[in-house]
């Protein structure tokens, strides 16, 4: 019984030729690659700042629960770790995003480098957030008061 999966299971791996989304070989080769690139950059939109209403929902739970995680190590850093844990999960979401785009959209031959798109990720999101606070210093963006 034992051979029998593993022979259904070898025919399905050559059949399907699944590969982790998260490595830097070839791209998609597979509708189920592509399929993990389009799950990618629905939960990274799901995260990003993009969605509008994803901040009550989803990304304040998670930056609170980072916070308390962290003062469970020193009590006076919920409110900061917070804030950190909140601009992380929108980095996560935009570089999601990016990954799974690349995951749908990139062509075959083309080389990939895991180092080179987290850096790429990781300064697209920080400007996004630089141009975000400069429209608030400029009062183009209002803050709601609380």
Do not use: H
């Amino acid at each position: 019984m034992k051979s029998y999966f593993q022979s259904i299971r070898a025919s399905l791996n050559e059949a399907v030729s699944i590969s982790n989304p998260f490595t830097t070989s070839d791209t998609p080769t597979t509708l189920l690659e592509k399929l993990i690139g389009v799950v990618l950059v629905v939960l990274g939109y799901l995260l990003s700042p993009l969605c509008w209403w994803n901040d009550l929902v989803i990304n304040l739970p998670l930056a609170y629960g980072f916070g308390y995680v962290c003062s469970w190590i020193w009590s006076d850093i919920l409110l900061p770790a917070s804030i950190v844990g909140y601009w992380l999960t929108n980095i996560a979401g935009i570089l999601l995003m990016q990954r799974g785009a690349m995951n749908i959209l990139q062509k075959q031959s083309e080389e990939r480098s895991l180092k080179k798109e987290l850096i790429n990720g990781l300064v697209s999101s920080t400007a996004y957030t630089l141009v975000i606070l400069l429209l608030i210093q400029l009062k183009i963006l209002d803050l709601p008061q609380l």
